[in-house]
């Protein structure tokens, strides 16, 4: 029971590593407010969850949003101890076909909203010494080709992850991320275009070529570890969940 009584925000919350990340934290006590743009599976989260976890709409990329729920998580717990930024979104495909439409999407949800929910729960996590962990990628450790987007933001996390945890690290507050090889959710199950050069892919992406994915539960007990006491002296710490993957 580490997060006994803990206030925590899960984005991302109705489905993989969110969820199982939501369910990590709730058998451990905590009172969770979830967050997902997907309302129908967030409020299904919440009352599986049982408790007072409480589910919100949430679009990580509109300022707003992000507002509004922070304000939730306040207001019904009385402050908040730990976020959890673990919403985001996957566009495999060519260069060459990637408009600017998409290119922004993915930045917005994948580093923008890392950002914004990032700077609107500081205020509160100062006053409870708390801490933040962010959901990057083995993608923000090397490169993968034809995901140049994906590749893109998760990097920026990663760096961003890093400024925050020294800006604040006299604050009393910690920050870190996880950098996970494939993880078995929704987001990687629809087939890659047919027009990239997959032997390139494999290259960079081993486990792809019939390796073991990781589980969301694997993904979630690395999240709970550093967002516990046990990780106190833990913080900018890009942490890989990998099977190797970035070791070479």
């Known amino acids: 029971m580490r997060f006994e009584g803990k206030s925590i925000i899960v ?5 993989g590593i969110g969820l199982a990340t939501a369910r990590k934290f709730a058998t451990e006590g905590a009172r969770l407010i979830l967050g997902d743009r997907n309302e129908e599976g967030v409020a299904a989260a919440a009352r599986d969850l049982g408790g007072d976890a409480i589910a919100m709409p949430l679009d990580v990329a ?26 985001g979104i996957l566009d495999f495909g060519c260069m060459a076909d990637l408009d600017k439409s998409r ?7 994948n580093l923008t909203g ?21 959901m990057a ?3 923000g450790l090397v490169g993968v080709p034809f995901n140049s987007a994906y590749v893109a933001a998760k990097h920026g996390v990663v760096g961003l992850t890093k400024a925050l945890a020294l800006e604040f690290s006299k604050q009393g507050i910690r920050i870190n991320c996880i950098c996970p090889t ?3 959710t929704p987001m990687i199950a629809g087939a890659p275009p047919e027009n990239i050069d997959w032997e390139l892919v494999m ?8 390796g073991e994915n990781c589980d969301p539960e694997d993904i979630a007990d690395a999240v709970a570890f550093l ?22």
């Open 11 to 15: 984005t991302g919350a109705a489905s």
């Open 62 to 87: 509109d300022e707003q949003s992000c507002q509004a729920l922070v304000e939730r998580a306040v207001a019904a717990h009385g402050g908040l101890d730990v976020l959890c930024n673990i919403a």
């Open 103 to 109: 290119w922004d999407r993915t930045i917005a949800v």
């Open 114 to 134: 890392v950002y914004l929910m990032s700077r609107l729960a500081m205020p509160h996590l100062l006053k409870t010494k708390g801490n933040i962990v962010n």
């Open 137 to 139: 990628s083995a993608a």
């Open 182 to 184: 494939g993880v078995n």
């Open 203 to 210: 290259r960079a992406v081993p486990w792809l070529d019939g």
């Open 227 to 248: 967002a516990s006491r046990e990780a106190r002296r833990i913080t900018g710490v890009a942490f890989p969940v990998d099977g190797g993957q970035t070791a070479a």
